[in-house]
C-alpha cells in the first residue's frame, strides 16, 4: 500500500538533495578566493588535482577519474593549455587518444594549492580528520546512488 506524502515531505527544506545542492554550492563558492591567486577555477582545480596525483592521463581517464564527459572536460583542458599549465598530445599509436600532461609552471602551482585544504577546513572550524570523516560519509552516500541507479 502506498503512503500519502504528508505536506512537510514535500518542503524543499526537507529535501536532502536541496540540501546537498546547496551545501556543494557554498562549498564551491568557499574555493573561488583561495583558488583566484592560482588563476584557477574551481573545475580546473579538480583536474590538476587529479593531474598532480597521476601525470600523463589521457582525455577519457581524466573524465573518468573526475565523472566527467569529454564534452565538459575538453573546454577546461583548452583553457589550462593556454594558461601554460597543461599540455596535450595526440598518442601517434592511437591519434583518437590524447594525452595531458603538466607543464613545469603546472607543476609548480601544486606547491601554494597544498594550503587549501587546510584553508577550507579553517573556514568550515573543522579539523582535517573531521573533514575525512565527512568526504568518507558522502562517498558512502554517492556509492549507494551509483549502485541503485544501476540496479533500475
Not at 594525452?99 to 603546472?106: F, K, M, P, S, V
Not at 572550524?125 to 541507479?149: F, V, Y
Request: proline share 5%; aromatic share 4%.
Amino acid at each position: 500500500m502506498k503512503r500519502k506524502p504528508t505536506p512537510d515531505q514535500l518542503l524543499l527544506d526537507q529535501q536532502l538533495c536541496f540540501a546537498l545542492y546547496a551545501a556543494s554550492r557554498s562549498f564551491t563558492g568557499l574555493y573561488r578566493p583561495l583558488l583566484e591567486p592560482l588563476g584557477l577555477t574551481y573545475p580546473q582545480y579538480l583536474v590538476m588535482l587529479v593531474l598532480w596525483e597521476q601525470d600523463g592521463l589521457t582525455v577519457r581517464e581524466l573524465g573518468q577519474r573526475l565523472q566527467l564527459d569529454s564534452g565538459t572536460l575538453t573546454p577546461l583542458l583548452k583553457r589550462l593549455q593556454t594558461a601554460g599549465l597543461i599540455s596535450r598530445q595526440r598518442r601517434t599509436e592511437d591519434e583518437r587518444e590524447v594525452d595531458i600532461r603538466l607543464t613545469e609552471t603546472g607543476l609548480a602551482l601544486r606547491e601554494p594549492a597544498s594550503a587549501i585544504p587546510a584553508c577550507i577546513a579553517g573556514h568550515l572550524n573543522m579539523s582535517l580528520g573531521q573533514m575525512q570523516q565527512l568526504r568518507d560519509q558522502l562517498k558512502h552516500l554517492a556509492r549507494q546512488l551509483q549502485h541503485s541507479t544501476t540496479e533500475d
